[in-house]
T-cell receptor
Framework: NAGVTQTPKFRVLKTGQSMTLLCAQD?????MYWYRQDPGMGLRLIHY???????AKGEVPDGYNVSRLKKQNFLLGLESAAPSQTSVYFC??????????????FGPGTRLTVT | GEDVEQSLFLSVREGDSSVINCTYT??????LYWYKQEPGAGLQLLTY?????DMKQDQRLTVLLNKKDKHLSLRIADTQTGDSAIYFC?????????????FGTGTQLKVEL
């Protein structure tokens, strides 16, 4: 049981390049999330998914796209990277049972630098 | 609004108690949470409190909730060097798009010998 995994762990991109970050979870969770973490700003939600085939915008969705073709995978795409997208990206998943505490399980993060 | 605020840094000596504070604005939150992030890792749930409680104790951790003032605190007794990490408070809210968490800015706890 690996939990939540993210690939790659590190990446350096030039402005204008594209890339896809992969998140995978083996806990059969319905909900998955992509966050970015920047110094002094905590975690900000980029996009999320409430089930296979669904996606929704979070707090800071501009410049990113996502897809959830399989329940266990949630992909985050950057079509044309910008220096403002330099950040640490975290994926999380949860089962979200009704009325219960909402525990999210986080991956180890991807450190992205855009030059 | 859904702003969650924390102070950025806290430094304590090993063996002392640490108190990390958080204020939130969304009074409809059903649960409030404390997550811990160790260096180079993702966040892990440390503890949580239901919104109709005012205190929860779990070993060295004590969570206090003042719902009137929308203030949450985490007390760590007998703080150890292994407690050095970033601590995030978070609130949850069920919206039409599902259950989401809003995280604070994080408090970096440094434990000195």
């Amino acid at each position: 049981n690996a939990g939540v995994t993210q690939t790659p762990k590190f990446r350096v991109l030039k402005t204008g390049q594209s890339m896809t970050l992969l998140c995978a979870q083996d806990m059969n969770h319905e909900y998955m999330y992509w966050y970015r973490q920047d110094p002094g700003m905590g975690l900000r939600l980029i996009h999320y998914s409430v089930g296979e085939g669904t996606t929704a915008k979070g707090e800071v969705p501009d410049g990113y796209n996502v897809s959830r073709l399989k329940k266990q995978n949630f992909l985050l795409g950057l079509e044309s990277a910008a220096p403002s997208q330099t950040s640490v990206y975290f994926c999380a998943s949860s089962s979200n049972p009704p009325g219960a505490p909402h525990e999210q399980y986080f991956g180890p993060g991807t450190r992205l630098t855009v030059t | 609004g859904e702003d969650v605020e924390q102070s950025l840094f806290l430094s304590v000596r090993e063996g002392d108690s640490s108190v990390i504070n958080c204020t939130y604005t969304d009074s409809s939150s059903t649960y409030l949470y404390w997550y811990k992030q160790e260096p180079g890792a993702g966040l892990q749930l440390l503890t949580y409190i239901f919104s109709n409680m005012d205190m929860k104790q779990d070993q060295r951790l004590t969570v206090l909730l003042n719902k009137k003032d929308k203030h949450l605190s985490l007390r760590i007794a007998d703080t150890q060097t292994g407690d050095s990490a970033i601590y995030f408070c978070a609130e949850s809210k069920v919206t039409g798009g599902g259950n989401k968490l809003t995280f604070g800015t994080g408090t970096q706890l440094k434990v000195e010998l």
